[in-house]
């Protein structure tokens, strides 16, 4: 697959998931069957449990607006957090390569996405598609998307976002690489 191309499919799946709420398991929610209640789930996952509580609720979708669908979403406890976001985009990035990547979002957090022996640190100058950068200690992880010249694009779910949000980036920025980008070992 042709680098545009790629970039294109790999933006076009990201688009699936800008605007879920973010949502991170502090435990009371841990046994529920379904990954979209957890902050693991994929955006078909949190689709189709925000479809079927809606059904439960008599409420209609389509005459909210996308403000009160999110409302809807973060009041029934459906979100994803940074690592079931970066977990999802990876295992469909790595596809796009040929690549098998197999993350469990349940199981895998920001720190462990990039730590040993999952990634490999690498200079923040060979950044691109599909890295991680790692922030707040580990605690938080976000995906690189593409670089053009000095523009880095990158998508990450947060609170202080409002969840599923893109953003850019001038390079270098040293306070947003402060904590190490990295290469998931299942991609190189």
């Known amino acids: 697959m042709a680098r545009t191309e790629l970039i294109i499919a ?6 699936k998931y800008l605007g879920l709420p ?5 435990g009371k929610y841990k046994n529920h069957g379904s990954n979209a209640y957890v902050g693991k789930g994929d955006a078909k996952e949190i689709a189709l449990a925000t479809i079927e509580l809606a059904n ?14 999110y409302n809807f979403q973060k009041k029934h406890h459906l979100g994803i957090d940074c690592s079931g976001l970066a977990c999802h985009l990876l295992t469909y990035y790595g596809s796009l390569i040929n690549k098998k990547v197999i993350l469990n979002p349940r199981n895998t957090s920001a720190d462990m996405l990039t730590s040993p022996p999952l990634s490999s640190r690498i200079d ?14 580990g605690a938080h992880v976000v995906i690189i ?9 990158y998508v ?5 976002n409002r969840g599923v949000k893109q953003g850019a980036i001038k390079y270098p920025d040293p306070e947003f690489f402060k904590d190490g980008v990295f290469r998931l070992n299942q991609l190189i």
């Open 156 to 160: 990450d779910s947060s609170f202080a």
């Open 56 to 69: 439960k609720e008599n409420i209609k979708l389509l005459d909210l607006s996308t403000k009160q669908i």
């Open 10 to 15: 790999f933006k076009n799946e990201i688009n």
């Open 145 to 153: 998307i593409d670089k053009h010249k000095d523009t880095i694009t």
């Open 22 to 26: 973010y949502f991170k398991n502090a």
């Open 124 to 137: 923040p100058e060979l950044i691109e598609s599909g890295d991680l950068v790692r922030q707040k200690n």
